[in-house]
């Protein structure tokens, strides 16, 4: 269709200031490629020149309003700051909750929108939060080394939160705002599903403490560590891991067993 109003606008223009004879040569020419008929081709090539007014599309109105979006940042404060795939599937148990200690001022409407909201609409909605806790510091991790390529990736099909042993890790550093020279770092294991914390001090960022550190928490964790979530940060990936025949996994699950 876009073809053909493109062809058509084209013939306006010598339809216009043609005559007689051309008027008909121009209409018979634009009937054998659009396939139009020869009274619907003619009142076409009128129209193509014709100004026409355009309305601006009225937006649909928005699906959740301030108080829905409100609720959801409450819930994500309460679950500390989950992704939209970690917090869509506990709406459904979080909101009644929150409802009934009268943490979340929500109608029953607004409650089965804030419950049926999917993960992408959950880390839209939430994208300035997240703005907001953003670090603006200087990072001491960064992402990627060579070494990834010899370490298996878990990805959200293998992932299930609901079950004891996949962490998130971070090493926080205690500089007090300026990076140069040498700090201390604590290296903080935290457990998905339980909550369960292991925090261990370590002098610097060199492979032995940090090491040292891992593998204090695989001793002292309650149950086997089976994933790990480390936001991309390489400060765990290192050739011991990849040369000691136990890993931080291997040996929990020894120790456990």
Partial sequence: ???????????????????????????????????????????????????????????????????????????????????????????????????????????NTEAALLVRMSAATIDRRLAAERFKLMSRGRSHTKPGTLLKSQIPIRTWADWDDAVPGFVEIDLVGHEGGNASGEHCFTLTVTDIATGWTVNRSVKNKAEKWVFEALMHVGRVFPFPIIGVDSDNADFWIMPTLIREPLSLVVVSQELSA
């Fill in 1 to 107: 269709m876009m073809q053909r109003q493109a062809v058509t606008k084209k013939k306006a223009l010598a339809y216009r200031s043609a005559d007689r004879a051309g008027k008909s040569r121009i209409l018979t020419e634009l009937v054998e490629l659009t396939g139009w008929h020869r009274d619907y081709a003619r009142a076409a090539l009128r129209d193509a020149l014709t100004l026409k007014v355009v309305k601006p599309r009225l937006g649909r109105a928005p699906t959740y309003g301030p108080a829905v979006t409100k609720a959801l940042v409450r819930c994500w404060a309460v679950l500390r700051a989950p992704a939209g795939k970690r917090l869509a599937p506990m709406l459904a148990v979080l909101v009644p909750m929150l409802r009934r200690d009268n943490e979340l001022k929500l109608s």
